[in-house]
Nanobody, 126 residues
Framework: QVQLVESGGGWAQPGDSLRLSCAAS????????MAWFRQSTGTEREFVAA???????YYADSVKDRFTIAGDNAKNTVYLQMNNLKPEDTAVYFC????????????????????WGQGTQVTVSS
């Protein structure tokens, strides 16, 4: 069974950087998509970033040019580098994956992901 564990969250000031990690264990595939979602208090879970194999990464407009998703297949780990953090980035961040590749147009949909981590809190404030 695939298990995902996020780490790297914490408190940051506006303009700071954080790097989140998502370590996968169990059955994993380098061809399967990996994604990051976030959910703040009182809101629905929203897409942040996704990647699949060696395809180009996809980002939400709200984080484009600030966040970068990258993977290390040897370590079965996916990262989310977050630069120039803003207060509106405050949320619980979740990583997600599924067993098989999927049409790239569906990578932004949370319902296509079978496995989810427990989440890591990111708080951005002065």
């Amino acid at each position: 069974q695939v298990q995902l564990v996020e780490s790297g969250g914490g408190w940051a000031q506006p303009g700071d950087s954080l790097r989140l990690s998502c370590a996968a264990s169990g059955r994993t595939s380098s061809d399967a998509p990996m994604a990051w979602f976030r959910q703040s208090t009182g809101t629905e879970r929203e897409f942040v970033a996704a990647m699949q194999g060696r395809g180009r990464p996809y980002y939400a407009d709200s984080v484009k040019d600030r966040f970068t998703i990258a993977g290390d297949n040897a370590k079965n780990t996916v990262y989310l580098q977050m630069n120039n953090l803003k207060p509106e980035d405050t949320a619980v961040y979740f990583c997600a994956t599924r067993d098989r590749r999927i049409i790239v147009g569906a990578l932004r949909r949370p319902d296509v992901y079978e496995y989810w981590g427990q989440g890591t809190q990111v708080t951005v404030s002065s």
